[in-house]
């Protein structure tokens, strides 16, 4: 029984060192092989097993530790540049997920060599930890765990390995479930609850993570997906106001209401278009934003054009600034207190000047600014320029002067067109064909990527004033594409419809575009407020509308639902068609970047300084860790001394029975501590380990327990006396026995 007992251990360890270091290396996508950490980690694990229950138990896992701290010293350069390496990995998946730029730690070209080794002394260190917790699952050593299993799950999904997940978490509740109320071995009810909580826990994380991002996965999973991450959203950051957040399934009839949801202040009055969510990709009836796997491989791209002071929020501006700089005749500065609109969006104009404090150097993407925090950002401010939009041809003909200050900007520039053009151009097979049937086909001007922009204008409000209704009460639209059957089926809709539709439209040309929500500020307001003055922006403010990508310009709002063509101070211009003035494309495209200017703009400097001060960086890092384990360390030893105190007093209780209960527990548990090998029979049963003159008394003792535990029969003071004396007795006779070490263990290990 005793080697089956070590051999279920031994298993359970394994299975759980196993899928702990697979997590993490497929978590991270580590390019080490999988095998060496888990063998050591075993290996390590085996022999502390095969060590248990004898005088030399510690020893293993000394020699062990021993032999990882010796590894560290002598290949202290491998060790921390594969260190870095990790680092690095962790960094790089956090990125993916969140598409932020995070600085590396500059790992060297070996760094695989390195983490190779790291991970092999992560591997020994989590087969020491298994071994220790499969003897030992408490509840205080299971729930840790299982906040961190959860949280790979949520934080890292769809990254994380279900599979390796599961196998780490079944294991974690089985191990529990077996030790269930207080060493009961695989009763039914701790099954039953872990088993409930495990099939929860397998929904879930197939849910969140159950399938990598370039699977596929089955309908029902996308919408669970989808349903929950809205549910979490609204949760953080209030609704939308109305506003379906690209997802057009949701759309049906227009509600309208006033309530405020944003309050504006200016000291410079001006309308502007305040841009919030923004669709960048549409399948299945739905805008959403690229996904951070996609954003993190342009990265370096994003690094570059912020530490060069270029962002695509703000585009508008620097153009202007270097072409036209007295088209900036002012600083407008804008105060936003968001009372109603979701706190998620930093709501924004098209004239951000690039000073602006809510630009944000480490986020990989150019779409609107994302709010800060849990719940978001709810006030903030930013400098603006006065309404330019209406300036753009004047801006586009300054762009075309070669100058120093324009070149400069459009070599910049070059590099982000680059990603735009990749990117902003696809539309689904069947909405190009149908696109094609009725727009027909285009040529393209020589040596340009895309239609005449005019051109494209005319044609797509042509059609959309045309064969098109602006119509607020219509119905949703299901069992079809959102698109197509607005085109080609009702024909009518509002601003959503309209925005989504020319967003296409302009793509079918070969000319970047996007879907936008937000919230205007028209010229009426801008006419109506001073200086100073807060306006209240009402949900009748929230608008969808279409903005494309004018080289070297950036992304500029285009107005297609009729209904607000004279609310904004350019849209007006296009109420006649006929009226529209031609303009040439710009030059500068994405055919114009060299490769070369997308390198890593990591400094060598940089490179020096680390591996100059990795040790020092190293060693703080370890004063840290060491500092959080201390910390840890003295919280777990109050938290059992206080757990031991109440034990003790459960000694006195009211109910005698419940006490002899108490108190013969925590006797087998001194007496286990002291030596007394651990057996499955009835405690009568161990008499043989007592000493001489105390195994009558303890014989005795075991038959009260017995009887106070299972009989039901009141117990009374005289008794439990009885069974207290015992126990006094024990314990005095163990710790004036015991060595230093050993009290030490009695005390601060066993907590008795």
Request: aromatic fraction near 12%; charged fraction near 20%; proline fraction near 3%.
């Amino acid at each position: 029984m005793r080697f089956n007992a070590r051999f279920r251990g031994l298993l359970a360890a394994s299975l759980l060192t196993a899928a702990l270091m697979g997590l993490m290396i497929s978590l991270f996508s580590l390019p080490v092989f999988f095998l060496w950490p888990v063998l050591l980690g075993v290996l390590a694990a085996a022999t502390v097993c095969l060590m248990d229950g004898t005088r030399l138990s510690w020893l293993p896992a000394a020699a062990w530790m021993t032999a990882c701290l010796l590894t560290v010293l002598v290949l202290l350069g491998t060790v921390t540049n594969g260190l870095a390496q990790l680092l690095d990995d962790v960094l790089k998946a956090w990125q993916q997920l969140h598409a932020r730029n995070y600085t590396s730690f500059l790992a060297q070209e070996d760094g695989n060599t390195g983490l190779t080794v790291v991970l092999c002394i992560l591997g020994v260190l989590c087969g020491l930890w298994s071994i220790h917790y499969v003897r030992q699952p408490s509840g205080l050593r299971f729930w840790p765990l299982t906040v961190v299993l959860a949280a790979a799950a949520v934080l890292f999904a769809p990254m994380v390995s279900v599979w390796w997940l599961l196998l780490a978490a079944l294991t974690v509740l089985l191990l529990y479930a077996a030790h269930f109320g207080g060493g009961k071995q695989y009763s039914s009810a701790a099954l039953r609850t872990w088993g409930r909580l495990a099939a929860v826990l397998l929904v879930c994380v197939t849910v969140l993570g159950g399938w990598n991002q370039d699977a596929a996965r089955p309908a029902v999973v996308d919408t669970a997906t989808n349903w929950a991450a809205e549910q979490v959203d609204t949760l953080r950051y209030g609704s939308s106001a109305g506003l379906p957040e690209g997802d057009m399934t949701k759309v049906g009839p227009r509600q309208i209401s006033g309530d405020t949801v944003l309050e504006v202040t200016m000291t410079q009055p001006t309308s502007y278009y305040l841009r919030g969510f923004v669709g960048e990709a549409y399948a299945n009836s739905r805008w959403s934003t690229l996904d951070s796997k996609t954003l993190s491989e342009a990265a370096d791209t994003f690094y570059w054009l912020h530490q060069d002071g270029f962002y695509a929020q703000s585009q508008l501006t620097t153009a202007a600034q270097a072409g036209v700089p007295d088209a900036l005749r002012y600083d407008n500065t804008v105060t936003v207190q968001n009372v109603g609109a979701s706190g998620k969006y930093l709501y924004a104009p098209y004239e951000l000047l690039a000073d602006s404090d809510v630009l944000d150097a480490a986020q990989i993407g150019d779409r609107t600014l994302l709010a800060s925090g849990l719940r978001g950002q709810r006030t903030y401010s930013f400098h603006a320029s006065d309404n330019i939009i209406t300036q753009y041809q004047r801006l586009a003909a300054a762009l075309l002067e070669e100058t120093e200050q324009t070149n400069a900007f459009l070599n910049t520039e070059a590099a982000y067109n680059r990603f735009v053009y990749d990117h902003y151009t696809e539309i689904p097979d069947d909405v190009r064909g149908f696109l094609e049937e009725k727009l027909g086909g285009y040529q393209k001007d020589e040596g340009q990527v895309h239609f005449d922009y005019q051109r494209a204008k005319q044609n797509i409000l042509f059609y959309l004033t045309t064969y098109i209704t602006y119509e607020e009460n219509v119905l949703p639209i299901t069992g079809g594409d959102f698109t197509l059957t607005f085109l080609d089926g009702t024909q009518s809709g509002y601003d959503v419809h309209y925005a989504t539709a020319a967003a296409l439209m302009f793509r079918y040309y070969g000319i970047p575009a996007r879907y936008v929500e937000g919230y205007l500020v028209t010229k009426d307001d801008a006419a109506q407020m001073k200086s100073g003055q807060t306006l209240n922006v009402g949900g009748n403010r929230a608008h969808a509308w279409v903005e494309y990508y004018q080289d070297g310009l950036g992304w500029l709002p285009f107005e297609t639902t009729p209904t607000y063509f004279s609310a904004m101070e350019k849209a007006e211009q296009y109420q006649n068609i006929s009226g529209l003035v031609g303009q040439a494309p710009l030059d500068y495209t994405a055919d114009n970047l060299d490769d070369a200017e997308l390198e890593n703009p990591v400094t060598e400097a940089l490179r020096e300084f680390w591996l100059k001060h990795r040790l020092i960086i190293l060693l703080t890092l370890a004063v840290l860790l060491a500092a959080g384990m201390v910390g840890l360390l003295i919280g777990w030893l109050i938290f059992e001394r206080r757990r031991t105190k109440k034990r003790k007093e459960g000694f006195f209780g009211a109910d005698a029975a419940a006490s002899i209960d108490a108190i013969f527990r925590y006797m087998m548990d001194v007496l286990r501590a002291r030596g007394m090998a651990a057996k499955n029979c009835p405690p009568a049963d161990y008499v043989s380990y007592m000493d001489e003159d105390l195994r009558e008394e303890y014989l005795a003792a075991a038959r009260l327990w017995q009887e106070a535990r299972f009989s039901g029969k009141p117990m009374e003071e005289l008794q439990r006396r009885q069974v207290l004396r015992l126990k006094d007795e024990i314990w005095e006779r163990t710790w004036h026995s015991a060595s230093l070490k050993e009290r030490l263990r009695l005390k601060y290990v066993e907590f008795l």
